[in-house]
């Protein structure tokens, strides 16, 4: 059964940066697509960017683009979400998921594996 550990999120204050990763604990991993998703207290998850785990292809949200880098070291098994300059909107738990859909899920309940979360705090 596939784990997706997260790591320790953060606080920060507004402009700063911040890294999330997520590692899978298996040796042998291979899914289609890894992902970032958030959610903030009375809503619902939101997709924040994915990455193709072989190509390495990506996307975001449009809120996020040429703030936040996601990427991927495939021999580490390990998802990356670099964020730089961080609003306070961006207050949020993040999650990581692996999912083996060919079809993009932007419902993060039907993706295969799902990290626990972790809190990023951007306040000043």
């Known amino acids: 059964q596939v784990q997706l550990v997260q790591s320790a999120g953060g606080s920060v204050q507004p402009g700063g940066s911040l890294t999330l990763s997520c590692a899978a604990s298996?040796?042998?991993?291979?899914?289609?697509?890894m992902g970032w998703f958030r959610q903030v207290p009375g809503k619902g998850r939101e997709f924040v960017a994915s990455?193709?785990?072989?190509?390495?292809?990506?996307s975001y949200t449009d809120s996020v683009k040429g703030r936040f880098t996601i990427s991927r070291d495939k021999a580490k098994n390990t998802l990356y979400l670099q964020m730089n300059n961080l609003r306070p909107e961006d207050t949020a738990v993040y999650y990581c998921?692996?999912?083996?859909?060919?079809?993009?899920?932007?419902?993060?309940?039907?993706?295969?594996?799902r990290g626990q979360g972790t809190q990023v705090t951007v306040s000043s």
């Open positions: 990455i193709f785990w072989n190509a390495g292809v990506t």
């Open positions: 298996v040796p042998t991993f291979s899914p289609y697509r």
């Open positions: 998921g692996a999912d083996n859909s060919i079809a993009m899920r932007f419902d993060f309940a039907n993706w295969d594996h």
